[in-house]
């Protein structure tokens, strides 16, 4: 598209001096008469010693004070761009994108460069329906790049960013986004994209640990664990430890449910000691328990489950130490108000390789 403007410079094009491409027309302007009008190619500007580089680009609407600007850089004439019937400029295009996709705790600002961002106004889980993003990029002439379907996002990251590729796109492409769009919210009764806030729970943590218990050696896991709960905005309302204990463990657990705690955390014990006690006592409690084990390193040895619908964590050593692992997956998940089952559990290997 470029190239069919730069050659058309010499030649003049038509009679009046425009060129078309599709149903838009270049056109050669006095610079006084470009207000409210689109630039067809990047302006550069040059102070020696001082300053090369573009001072307006392609597709910038001219504005009135940037009429001296453009003299200055001794610009008499213009050659701008009247978009045609069924032709958007690259900034609108991504607009009605960003407009069609966002829900809730998204918010998008103006448009630059054809781009524009999907931008959380929380701290959530990104909500993205992948069967939009893969039908909207299909159409092609226009990219919508995002993150992950159920990461964590926090407040002011970006989740998407929609772009148009030529500076002209034609308005079909963006209707028919816009239509695969609203398709899914009338389906689903809710926007291809959001972030989903995360409840504020208070959970009963059970570290194990004969050697723990027994004051051999300082508890570190309880202030990991802390830590990792308050950075989601939840709390740790009560720590209690144990021994390597099966009834003891189980015990502890039924007192944790009795409180009235929202969730239970349970440390240490989880791998293939015989002192690894922490399944068992977990499964004795009468927990459901939806996976033992998580296709995700680190934090394989994890288990999850609810007993009488309260969701229950076995933390294995790792989550004390790695600052990413399978609970960091998981745990916003529930916080968010998922119900897990088993084949969330499954698909999470796919990219669940996180060291
Ligand atoms: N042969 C295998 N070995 C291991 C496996 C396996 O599948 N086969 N799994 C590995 C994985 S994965 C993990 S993770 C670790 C640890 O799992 P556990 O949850 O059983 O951890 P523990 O044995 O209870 O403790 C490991 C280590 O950390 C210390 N610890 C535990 N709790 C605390 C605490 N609250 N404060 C401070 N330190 C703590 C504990 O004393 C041990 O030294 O197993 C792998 N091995
Ligand atoms: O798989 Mo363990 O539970 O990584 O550290």
């Not at 050659?7 to 470009?34: C, F, M, Q, W, Y």
């Not at 990029?137 to 379907?149: C, K, M, P, S, Y």
Request: with cysteine; net charge negative.
């Amino acid at each position: 598209m470029t190239d069919g403007a730069e050659g058309s410079r010499g030649s003049g094009g038509s009679g009046d001096g425009a060129v078309r491409i599709g149903n838009t027309l270049l056109r050669e302007v006095k610079t006084e008469d470009a207000v409210g009008l689109t630039l067809a190619h990047d302006l550069t500007q040059i102070v020696p010693g001082q300053f090369k580089g573009r001072l307006f680009r392609k597709g910038h609407r001219v504005a009135e004070e940037d009429i001296p600007k453009l003299k200055d850089i001794g610009k008499e004439h213009l050659y701008v761009l009247e978009l045609g019937d069924g032709d958007l400029h690259e900034d609108d295009a991504a607009l009605r994108l960003a407009v069609a996709l966002a829900g809730d705790n998204l918010t998008y600002g103006e448009p630059h460069e054809g781009k524009v961002a999907l931008k959380s106004t929380i701290t959530g889980l990104a909500a993205i329906a992948r069967p939009v993003v893969d039908g909207i990029n299909a159409l092609g002439d226009i990219a919508l790049a995002t993150v992950l379907n159920h990461r964590v996002v926090r407040e002011g990251e970006a989740i998407a960013a929609t772009r148009a590729i030529p500076l002209i796109v034609p308005e079909a492409k963006v209707a028919e986004a816009e239509r695969i769009a609203a398709d899914y919210r009338e389906r689903e009764g809710a926007a291809p994209m959001a972030v989903r806030p995360m409840r504020r729970l208070r959970a009963g943590l059970l570290t194990t640990g004969s050697e723990v218990f027994s004051g051999r050696i300082e508890d570190k896991f309880g202030p990991a664990v802390v830590r990792k709960l308050a950075d989601y905005g939840s709390e740790v309302a009560e720590q209690r430890f144990a021994p390597d204990d099966r009834e003891t463990i189980a015990w502890h657990i039924h007192y944790f449910l009795e409180r009235g705690y929202d969730m239970i955390l349970v440390t240490g014990g989880m791998s293939v000691d015989p002192d690894d006690r922490t399944p068992g006592a977990i499964a004795d409690a009468g927990t459901d328990i939806v996976s033992y084990g998580t296709p995700m390193l680190p934090g394989s040895m994890l288990l999850f489950g609810y007993l009488r619908g309260v969701p229950v964590f076995g933390l294995p050593g790792c989550v004390m130490h790695d600052p990413y692992t399978s609970f960091d997956v998981l745990l916003p998940r529930v916080l968010a108000g998922d119900t897990i089952v088993r084949e969330d559990i499954v698909s999470m290997g796919y990219g669940g390789l996180h060291r």
